[in-house]
């Protein structure tokens, strides 16, 4: 929302600072949380060992980005402030891994939503508030800096208990610093192609067609942290509790019915409502931008599918596989970022699409190897579901077209779309796939189940 008040080129400046921040918070958000989470152990020596790990990667990782800051300003002139600032983030959110991995650990969904969503309010309060007193794109840094601190604090206060910083075995810790590493790599190689198409179009198309580009992918961001990280913070658990390759195999076609269910409408309904939100709600940044999310919510298939084979094979220590799939997207996501950031945001936008669905068969092939889950089943499992959007989206497009007047006010028209949208959804996929409704209820009845198994003891002395 705060895009509405700033110029694209202010957006654009910030995006370009943050992007280098983005590149390196891979290593610090995904690879101890992972390790600790898929481990057996739970014992105050192993808890030690993992903070450690993290706050060892955080230091690291916040010298590098206020490193990048000293040498931006040696060769442009810029001034490095916002990356000094913003290296604090990394350091920040080290000290938040273990208690979240505690609280995925022990499917605390309810608590590590009251974390999220308690930081993200707090902050974005902060953020307006300081953007009504003048600060604008500063405004921002101080967005990023107070979600960080605020879901540390509250991960830290939840599972206060449980938390141990002496008594740490340097052994322990590189028993985790070294799988965690894999970990890293991988996330780092799916999650450097964001911020690699940002720098090159910041570089080639200038900060203006910067700023379009990212308010569409924060937009996309945003989607995928509301819908597809909480599923992927309940895969890794629940897949490593079930027992066995054929329940595995099971839980595996049951996240995948559930992501297609429930993403595919919400992200190819906000695509077709897009001209018509994001103009109500940035002005006109939201109308420049609109077209450029309506490309990008096309990523959500290729998303699912890699999203649920790398918890697989994270569950069964294949962190090397899941690291070979994400490097090859890494390298593709980095050149198209390259042959197509100078035709505009547009064109990069659909060149972070293609590239994932380029790599999909891979993907499969490896879910097919490890996991012994064949490609035509997957599809199956989330072919039904997709159609059914597409369908809604067909039918949101033609209505604003054809059958909604000119004259109707941006809310109605808004209300109207998003209400048929929603009908048109529900009824075909009631129609067509109501073993998909089914299953949704099963799983959410399996995860209140999960919700009674035993959990990390808050004894001090275990």
């Not at 924060?218 to 054929?246: E, F, T, Y």
């Not at 019915?257 to 994001?278: D, E, F, K, N």
């Not at 006109?284 to 084979?309: C, D, R, Y």
């Not at 936008?349 to 994932?356: N, T």
Request: proline letters at 5%; a positive charge.
């Amino acid at each position: 929302m705060f895009a509405r008040y700033l110029t694209l080129k202010e957006v654009g400046a910030y995006s370009f600072a943050y992007a280098f921040v983005q590149v390196i918070q891979a290593f610090v958000r995904t690879g101890v949380m992972e390790v600790f989470v898929a481990a057996p152990r739970t014992d105050r020596a192993f808890i030690a060992a993992a903070n450690m790990s993290s706050i060892i990667i955080g230091v690291l990782s916040a010298v590098f980005i206020a490193t990048v800051g000293i040498v931006t300003q040696v060769f442009n002139g810029s001034s490095p402030w916002i990356f000094l600032f913003l290296a604090t983030v990394p350091l920040i959110d080290s000290l938040g891994i273990v208690p979240e991995a505690i609280l995925r650990k022990n499917l605390e969904f309810s608590s590590i939503t009251l974390r999220t969503t308690a930081g993200l309010t707090v902050a974005a309060a902060i953020c307006l508030l300081l953007g009504y007193l003048g600060w604008r794109a500063s405004a921002l840094v101080a967005f990023n800096i107070a979600t960080s601190l605020i879901s540390t604090l509250i991960a830290m206060f939840i599972v206060r208990r449980n938390i141990s910083f002496t008594s740490v075995h340097w052994p322990d810790v590189k028993s985790i610093i070294g799988p965690s590493f894999h970990v890293s790599l991988s996330t780092f190689a799916s999650g450097i192609v964001v911020p690699a198409s940002q720098i090159a179009l910041g570089a080639f198309a200038g900060p203006a067609a910067l700023g379009a580009y990212a308010i569409a992918q924060r937009i996309l961001s945003l989607i995928n942290s509301v819908l597809v990280d909480p599923v992927r913070v309940a895969a890794l658990p629940v897949l490593s509790k079930v027992k066995g390759d054929a329940g595995r195999r099971s839980a595996l076609i049951e996240v995948l019915s559930l992501c297609a269910t429930i993403i595919s409408p919400i992200c190819l309904g906000l695509a077709a409502v897009s001209p018509v939100l994001l103009t109500l709600a940035l002005g006109e940044n939201g109308k420049i931008a609109a077209p450029i999310f309506m490309v990008l919510a096309l990523h959500f298939v290729p998303l699912t599918i890699s999203m649920a084979s790398s918890q697989l094979l994270l569950v069964q220590n294949k962190s090397k596989e899941v690291l070979k799939y994400s490097s090859s997207l890494a390298v593709l996501g980095v050149l198209t970022a390259i042959l197509t950031s100078p035709f505009g945001p547009i064109a990069t936008a659909a060149g972070y699409v293609l590239r994932a669905y380029v790599l999909t068969p891979m993907a499969l092939r490896q879910v097919d190897k490890f996991g012994g889950v064949a490609p035509m089943v997957i599809l199956k499992a989330i072919y039904r579901p997709v159609i059914c959007a597409a369908a809604m989206e067909l039918l949101i497009l033609g209505m604003e077209r054809f059958v909604i007047p000119a004259d109707v006010g941006a809310l109605p028209r808004l209300l109207i779309l998003m209400l048929c949208g929603s009908a048109t959804y529900l009824l075909l996929i009631a129609l067509f796939g109501r073993h998909h409704l089914n299953l949704m209820t099963k799983i959410i009845r399996d995860m209140v189940q999960f919700k009674s198994t035993p959990k990390i003891s808050s004894n001090p002395g275990i």
